[in-house]
């Protein structure tokens, strides 16, 4: 994910930590996966791994898949996550795997 994309999320208001910022760059998914649920957080990621339900089972608070091409901007690429998580606001998306793709946002769960 972009550096700057944690703190374009901030300005949009939600709460984001960075892998980099809490030493898990680079850590094998499940780590991650273990820190975000340990604190209540939500997975955005370009990892389709995460997608797995076998390997990230239900309970969980969230896993946000962004599938959008390489060649776009940055700054576009920011956009189109803060313009998604937006659309989804209000709704309840506990245990839902939700994918970020051109042209729609799709919620699984």
């Not at 939600?14 to 820190?35: C, F, I, Q, S, T």
């Not at 390997?55 to 962004?66: L, M, N, Q």
């Amino acid at each position: 994910m972009p550096r700057p994309l944690a703190s374009r999320l901030v300005a949009a208001g939600y709460m984001v930590e960075d892998v980099r910022d809490v030493k898990l760059r680079g850590h094998p998914d499940n780590e991650v996966w273990a820190y975000a649920q340990a604190h209540g957080q939500i997975v955005v990621t370009k990892d389709k791994d995460f997608s797995d339900i076998r390997a990230y089972p239900t309970p969980h608070f969230r896993i946000v898949i962004v599938d959008v091409p390489d060649n776009i901007t940055v700054i576009m690429f920011m956009r189109r996550i803060i313009d998604s998580l937006n659309s989804l606001a209000g709704q309840s998306l506990a245990n839902a795997v939700v994918t970020i793709a051109p042209g729609r946002v799709r919620v699984c769960g």
